[in-house]
């Protein structure tokens, strides 16, 4: 046993309302009419789709494989026919669309062919690459690939591997649930993180207000031998963070700039153990999780939900009450209002909150911060709110990063204990959006700037290459003796071409220093006799002829014309002076 336990800074103790969804077993949803199963679903790149409209699929084949090594594979949860990839609603505070594959089922819900993997005979990066392939993600809320969770660093063994079953969000029981009556698989998950991350000591903690999982855990724990430790942490939000439960069971302290790797600590959440285990030992996919549907409705209770159902559906089993007005997915502290109940259910969605207001009143208005300091005293993180608070209002950003405002995890610690009802969180949420996407302009620009100068450094280079280049040719050139020099310096002989063109010297000198011997200038000013020949004759053949085929009345026309011009002509002759210089 743990010779004792540590403490967070912070915290507040919300009233929970998790006694409603927990008096009933885990119910099995049904198949809904169609599923929409987003390609994105974890943190980092989407994945790419493996399927084609039309195309008929099979219950757990990969409908999106992992884009790159941050990313999971997505897949059909049940047998049909894909019937569209396109943007649909995403379960996102949002509402925006995002790449969907959308099923049909035939009824069937008929498996694709699944083997069982020993993976104590295949190396450990085999084993992280099927889990990845598997859509194996961290489903405490953080989405998290676990295959990248599961590569320990070379030169710090980890000695601590912690499972987080503390799920400290009030109304949320879905692991809760999931401890009391899978508890082996979660065990026996557990052991593959062990062994694939080599740690010496595994932790498995629970708040002290689920006594049955507490209990549950510890029997299997016991039935299969293993030397885990399941320990009762007390109850106090956040408990279920991961730096604040590593804290409690280890008494490290997981700086923001570092992962808890770095401190010989590695974090999973239950639910995860249990899909590796899952995808591993029986070769099924992430194809479902456990949501808690509850709040405002007539039966709350834990159902295992196929990922893809629309949320209309879900909710729609637990027969919310008149009143509701609102639903929430998450939990209220960390959770998110729901734009659209057509978005589907995710590997995020943990829990779905019927509201009402009676359970949450409409905020009251908010007020001037009187720098009370509650909230810097709830922060788990020992940060200054008020001052992130003043600095993100003025949009001073600069300044909320020196006050480390991404060390944040919006908890809403603050936000619940502000006596003048500020969404603290909601500024802080604000500025970070902004100074991310000034980080991205700045990289943009810098990108273009980085491409302009390598523009100029080649057209400079290519540059100074030619001018090299012609150096070198004229170096290697070789001198004329200098009576040929002399000898060129007659003007050749001027051609009249009939049409008052002659040759110019100057034309037909061109580059007569540069030929080594007279022959190569007769032959040049031949080559040149011959073009100018050449074009004359094209003018000529192009010279309009437009007294062709005149009738009479014109020639008689022109005819007179011509007499007109002879009489004027020959008055202006014999008039006096004429022709006098």
């Known amino acids: 046993m743990l010779s004792r ?16 969804s927990v008096e009933l077993p885990i119910g099995q949803a049904p198949l809904p009419e169609r599923c929409y199963v987003p390609l994105h679903q974890s943190i980092g790149g989407a994945a790419n789709p493996a399927v084609s409209v039309g195309q008929s699929v099979l219950k757990g084949q990969v409908l999106g494989n992992a884009d790159g090594w941050v990313s999971a594979a997505v897949h059909a949860p049940t047998s049909g026919t894909v019937v569209a990839i396109e943007a649909h609603v995403a379960a996102h505070p949002s509402g925006l669309p995002t790449l969907t594959a959308v099923i049909v089922p035939d009824g069937r819900d008929e498996w694709i062919d699944r083997q069982p993997i020993d993976h104590r005979h295949l190396a450990p990066e085999q084993v992280r690459e099927l889990l990845r392939d598997a859509g194996v993600v961290g489903l405490g809320g953080a989405v998290f690939p676990s295959h990248a969770k599961l590569t320990a660093a070379k030169s710090i063994p980890v000695e601590h591997l912690v499972i987080n079953g503390a799920e400290c969000e009030p109304f949320m029981t879905c692991d809760d649930m999931l401890m009391r009556e899978r508890a082996e698989d979660i065990v026996r998950g557990s052991a593959i993180f062990r062994e694939l991350l080599g740690a010496r000591q595994v932790l498995i903690g629970i708040e002290d207000n689920k006594p049955e999982a507490v209990a549950a855990m510890r029997e299997a724990v016991s039935r299969l031998g293993e030397d885990y430790e399941v320990v009762a942490v007390p109850t106090r939000y956040p408990a279920g963070g991961a730096k604040q439960l590593i804290r409690v069971l280890t008494g490290k302290e997981v700086p923001a700039s570092r992962r808890s790797t770095d401190l010989a600590v590695q974090c999973f959440n239950v639910a995860t153990a249990y899909t590796a285990y899952r995808a591993l030992a029986y070769g099924e996919p992430v194809i479902s999780r456990i949501v808690t549907v509850t709040g405002n409705v007539e039966q709350a209770r834990n159902w295992e939900v196929r990922l893809g159902t629309p949320m209309r559906e879900v909710i729609a089993l637990a027969q919310p009450k008149p009143g509701t007005h609102q639903y929430l997915m998450g939990g209220p502290m960390m959770g998110f209002e729901i734009p659209d109940l057509a978005a589907p259910v995710v590997k995020a969605t943990n829990c779905l909150i019927a509201g009402s207001p009676a359970l949450f009143p409409p905020p009251p208005p908010e007020m001037p911060c009187i720098r009370c300091g509650a909230c810097a005293e709830a922060c788990p993180h020992e940060l200054q709110p008020f001052e992130l608070y003043w600095f993100a209002r003025a949009r001073n950003f600069g300044k909320t990063q020196e006050y480390f405002i991404f060390d944040c995890i919006e908890c809403g610690c603050c936000s619940y204990v502000c006596p003048s ?12 959006s902004e100074i991310w996407a000034r980080e991205r302009e700045k990289q943009a620009a810098d990108a273009a700037k980085a491409r302009f100068e390598s523009r100029n450094a080649r057209e400079q280079r290519e540059a100074a290459e030619k001018a090299e280049r012609l150096a070198k040719a004229a170096a290697n050139r070789p001198a004329r003796p200098v009576a040929e020099k002399a000898d060129s310096s007659a003007p050749p002989s001027t051609a009249a071409d009939g049409v008052g063109m002659t040759t110019s010297p100057a034309v037909a000198n061109v580059d007569t220093e540069a030929d080594p011997a007279p022959e190569a200038t007769a032959i040049k000013q031949a080559t040149i006799a011959a073009a100018m020949a050449r074009a004359r004759a094209q003018r000529e053949a192009v010279q309009p002829k437009n007294t062709a085929a005149l009738t009479d009345e014109q020639q008689r026309q022109i005819a007179a014309i011509d007499a007109r011009r002879a009489a004027v002509a020959g008055q202006a002759d014999s008039a006096p002076g004429a022709g006098d210089g």
Do not use: C, D, E, M
């Open 5 to 20: 336990l540590f403490k967070f800074n912070g915290g507040v103790k919300p009233q929970t309302h998790k006694a409603p």
């Open 421 to 432: 009802h500020i969404p603290l969180v909601q500024y802080f949420r604000f500025a970070k």
